[in-house]
């Protein structure tokens, strides 16, 4: 199994910056590729930005050019780099690690960022 550990989050104003991180732990060498989520109030929970173990990123229409993934192999983590954030960024967001035996993945515990207007 793997373990994931999110922290960073918070209350920002628009405008600010945020940084995420997820701690990974457990059979970790199993893991091909990490990403956040988030889940607002009422709505589905939707794919923020994702990283695989080659290093290649993909990142939802609404946060590209303000939100970087990246991620430290020595540390196990992975980070959630966010800025400009706006309102409508508000939402719980989930750390997600894939493995080949288990492509839905494991989840974090989730991490709260509210952004005011």
């Known amino acids: 199994q793997v373990q994931l550990v999110e922290s960073g989050g918070g209350l920002v104003q628009a405008g600010g910056s945020l940084m995420l991180s997820c701690a990974a732990s457990?059979?970790?060498?199993?893991?091909?590729?990490m990403g956040w989520y988030r889940q607002a109030p009422g709505k589905q929970r939707e794919l923020v930005a994702s990283?695989?173990?080659?290093?290649?990123?993909n990142y939802a229409d609404s946060v590209k050019g303000r939100f970087t993934i990246s991620g430290d192999n020595a540390k196990n983590t992975v980070y959630l780099q966010m800025n400009s954030l706006k309102p409508e960024d508000t939402a719980v967001y989930y750390c997600?690690?894939?493995?080949?035996?288990?492509?839905?993945?494991?989840w974090g515990q989730g991490t709260q960022v509210t952004v005011s207007s």
């Open positions: 997600n690690a894939k493995t080949f035996t288990r492509p839905i993945g494991y």
């Open positions: 457990g059979i970790i060498f199993s893991i091909n590729a």
């Open positions: 990283i695989t173990k080659g290093g290649s990123t």
